[in-house]
């Protein structure tokens, strides 16, 4: 059998991938979301076309663990089909990132972008007419009814929504376009559609359902667990400091995901100063990565990346579409995402080689006060859930995308080494226990920076101070009044922070 097993005509879908891709094996959940693509007619030649009581595994939403290759499941059909494949992305630069690699992959795809002058889309619809096998586009550019029009007369085979939860994630917000999908399938005339995911809450799931299949779409699922990355949570009053140390102490290479693109500068040039400083002999190892860089700086950082052992890359979301390197070690989370399936994604840019690797989340009690506004049961209240967990967080994770129990494959509670503080909090407090009375908030805060820079921990002295004024806020320390005036007092109160977990113990 083996000698069979890439004869074209035993398994395309197989010889497709080896010859095209360099892949020797196809596992089981790309193989049946390739067969359920490639087979419109059954044995008897009868059409599935989908109807209320049968609906079409035609229209199928497909939920893939990052690194599980969802991009095999739509190009190998791309090869085998007839007509060409209508590829979706919601990123420019995601579509420009996949064009390249299709191109150097052997392929020929055709783009379809915003502010193209005439004379560009007649050279893509000709190159469609020479058999070009893949359309690139956005559903922006898809707005445009002239250009659906010919696209609905290019005989398309199999359209592909890749990402597909920005439907709920940005269609309800602010790219509505999103929300016209259904109705774009409906006039391209295009009766094989598969929206393809990572995470996917079954609120997510629902909306996809809705907007691009009427809800009658078919879902195939795989397991959504990742054995091989383990999550650990980082408490810090400091989140910035913290990353420091993190990035000190897990191994390389080392994702740094931050909420925004200044942050992401912001963290890269705290890295970098550290790395000088500490291993001078190391040169070169930080950059950062976001969506406000041209096509030529981001393809100059992932190729910097990509066979770096020792790298360091401070990044935002924009990172985590369409950028694949397989041995990332240690993923860390300065910027708590606002949802699972947010976390989920970035945390799966690690060990995608199928080795260990880490998930550290820092948590702030900024953070914990955020989480405690949020709606129990919501989707927003996942990640102060994920926090704040009393046995497994993994299982809070599976549980956020209606996932089945499973047995933990390592997080720091179930492997014992669940933090119970912020350490720095822990630090500053035994401080001011110690020196009671004895400082002004002004005067603590240098001191205690000076103690830190003998430590090499790089806390300054506005980090001290935001120390400082969380200890108040939590009642742990107060301002002296009349013989006290201004001095810091420390509280003999148990007095409990907003975070059950972000307890600082009183001895």
């Not at 980082?234 to 993190?246: D, G, I, P």
């Not at 949020?374 to 046995?391: C, L, N, T």
Request: charged share 30%; glycine share 6%; hydrophobic share 40%.
């Amino acid at each position: 059998m083996e000698a069979k097993e890439y004869d074209p005509e035993f398994d395309p879908a197989a010889a497709a991938a080896l010859e095209s891709f360099g892949i020797k094996y196809l596992y089981p959940w790309q193989r049946l979301v390739i067969a359920n693509i490639l087979d419109s007619l059954d044995d008897r030649g009868e059409d599935k076309t989908p109807t209320k009581d049968s609906p079409s595994r035609l229209n199928q939403i497909v939920l893939l663990p990052t690194g599980a290759g969802k991009s095999l499941c739509f190009l190998i059909p791309a090869l085998l089909l007839e007509g060409p494949t209508l590829i979706m992305y919601p990123l420019l630069a995601l579509m420009s990132d996949q064009a390249r690699r299709m191109t150097e992959g052997g392929m020929t795809p055709v783009v379809f972008r915003g502010q193209q002058s005439v004379q560009e889309r007649e050279e893509n619809f000709k190159l469609i007419e020479n058999g070009a096998k893949v359309i690139l586009a956005n559903p922006e550019v898809l707005q445009s009814e002239e250009l659906v029009t010919r696209l609905s007369k290019t005989g398309i085979a199999h359209i592909a929504i890749d990402e597909a939860h920005c439907v709920s994630e940005w269609g309800d917000s602010f790219r509505p376009a999103y929300l016209t999908l259904g109705k774009i399938i409906k006039e391209l005339g295009v009766n094989k559609v598969t929206a393809f995911t990572a995470t996917a809450s079954p609120e997510v799931l629902a909306r996809i359902n809705e907007v691009l299949f009427d809800g009658e779409g078919h879902i195939v699922r795989s397991e959504a667990d990742r054995p091989n990355i383990h999550y650990y949570l980082h408490y810090a009053a400091v989140k910035e400091k913290a990353v420091l140390y993190l990035a000190e102490k897990e191994e390389k290479p080392l994702l740094v995901f931050c909420g925004t693109r200044k942050r992401t500068e912001e963290m890269a040039y705290l890295l970098d100063e550290q790395m000088k400083m500490l291993h001078p002999e190391k040169k070169n190892c930080v950059k950062f990565y976001h969506a406000g860089l041209s096509r030529e700086e981001k393809d100059k950082v992932e190729k910097w990346f990509h066979p770096h052992k020792d790298a360091i890359m401070a990044v935002t979301c924009a990172f985590g579409m369409g950028v694949d390197k397989k041995d990332i070690k240690t993923v860390i989370h300065l910027d708590v995402p606002a949802t699972a399936e947010a976390f989920i994604q970035e945390a799966g840019r690690g060990g995608r080689d199928g080795s260990i690797a880490k998930s550290i989340l820092v948590w702030s009690p900024e953070d914990s006060d955020k989480a405690a506004e949020a709606k129990p049961g919501s989707r927003s209240r996942v990640m102060g859930d994920f926090a704040q967990a009393e046995s497994c967080r993994r299982q809070v994770l599976l549980d956020a995308l209606g996932a089945e129990k499973a047995a933990c494959a390592g997080c720091d509670i179930c492997l014992g080494l669940k933090e119970t503080a912020a350490s720095d909090l822990t630090s500053a407090l035994s401080f001011m226990k110690k020196y009671n009375k004895c400082y002004t908030k002004s005067q603590a805060a240098e001191r205690l920076a000076g103690l830190a820079f003998e430590k090499s921990n790089f806390m300054d002295r506005s980090d001290c101070m935001e120390l400082l004024n969380r200890l108040i806020k939590d009642g742990r320390i107060k301002k002296g009044k009349y013989l006290w005036k201004d001095r810091l007092i420390y509280s003999n109160l148990h007095c409990r922070s907003p975070d059950k977990h972000q307890n600082i113990p009183i001895t």
